[in-house]
């Protein structure tokens, strides 16, 4: 990646919706090496997909919960399990595995309370493998991004 395609990613990341014309004089290259480049970038991967970035609270979803998650047994059948589980399922919209106190780190998305207590239940009291898990609620986000610091 040069310059050029460095410009054209932090565009694109600001606003996906930009048109090549708009990404041409931005970059100060042809639309024609616009498109190229940028074929170029989702074909190696680096542009992974372009999606609509939605405000939970007008699609109906009211609490965001940042949960830690600590399993039971270090068994890769029971680990490899858990992490389908967490991928698959559609309220869990950010999930990590990380060095330190817990296993898992996850974001959780639930229209209200009694939802993400019914998610608890679905999906840690009815899995023996959950040792424990801590939720924080988020009373405000200050800042919520996909943009990276390229």
Do not use: W
């Not at 040069?2 to 606003?15: F, R, V």
């Not at 939605?54 to 399990?81: C, F, H, M, S, W």
């Amino acid at each position: 990646m040069d310059a050029i395609d460095i410009t054209l990613l932090s565009a694109l990341q600001k606003n996906a919706k930009t048109s090549i014309q708009e990404l041409s004089e931005y970059s100060g290259t042809s639309t024609a090496s616009v498109q190229r480049r940028l074929k170029a970038l989702r074909d190696a991967g680096v542009i992974q997909k372009e999606v609509a970035v939605l405000n939970p609270k007008k699609v109906g979803l009211g609490i965001t919960a940042v949960v830690a998650v600590e399993l039971e047994r270090d068994r890769l059948d029971q680990i490899d399990a858990f992490k389908r589980k967490a991928r698959e399922d559609r309220q869990v919209t950010h999930f990590y595995c990380i060095a330190g106190d817990a296993d898992f780190m996850m974001i959780v998305m639930a229209k209200d309370i009694e939802d993400y207590e019914a998610f608890t239940h679905r999906f840690f009291f009815a899995d023996k493998n959950v040792r424990k898990f801590r939720t924080s609620i988020v009373v405000s986000t200050e800042k919520a991004t996909l943009e990276l610091p390229i």
